[in-house]
């Protein structure tokens, strides 16, 4: 069977079961449904890192393997510099994984967020109508892992206690 097709599969029964857990949320108390969005989070990210389909899976893999030329080739000429797509956030994690860490560094784009919105919901009344809400609008941009991983940043700024954090997370989420 085609991987796609499987891929396919998995995506659909991932979106069906966060519906259905949805539309039952009133069976499970607080405590259950936070258990099972750490799950699902979870289970979401590793789906999101093997994956093979998308729309910029091949361009995130030429970006993330042109991460591992000589750093100062992007510093070369003011030009070069500017036609590169360099956001540091993303660079520091390339390094991090490694030249063939590539779904690795899918997995923690993807978790980032999802662990932020699981943080969030807790503090909800219905944590996973909460997370399901946000699961569903962006899933779109799970497949942008760049802007879904600075989403994440995004989300902790909202909910910073002073304009010092709401700015250091804005700034982290510029970088990503």
């Not at 989070?41 to 890192?49: M, Q, T």
């Not at 042109?66 to 510099?81: E, T």
């Not at 690795?104 to 809400?133: A, D, E, H, W």
């Amino acid at each position: 069977m085609d991987q796609r097709i499987i891929e396919m599969g998995l995506i659909w029964g991932l979106i069906l079961l966060v519906v259905v857990l949805m539309l039952s949320e009133d069976r499970f108390s607080k405590k259950q449904q936070t258990k099972i969005i750490y799950c699902l989070a979870i289970g979401i990210s590793v789906a999101a890192s093997i994956r093979t389909i998308g729309w910029d899976i091949p361009n995130y893999q030429v970006l993330y393997r042109d991460y591992f030329y000589p750093f100062w080739d992007y510093f070369k000429d003011i030009s070069s510099f500017l036609d590169q797509s360099y956001e540091p956030l993303n660079y520091i994690l390339a390094l991090i994984f490694g030249p063939n860490g590539f779904q690795l560094y899918l997995f923690v784009t993807c978790i980032f967020p999802f662990f932020v919105v699981c943080y969030l919901s807790k503090k909800q009344n219905k944590p996973l109508l909460f997370f399901g809400t946000f699961f569903l609008l962006n899933l779109g941009m799970i497949d942008q892992s760049r802007q879904f991983l600075s989403s994440g940043f995004t989300l902790l700024s909202y909910v910073a206690t002073s304009y010092a954090f709401t700015f250091f997370w804005l700034l982290f989420a510029t970088m990503s």
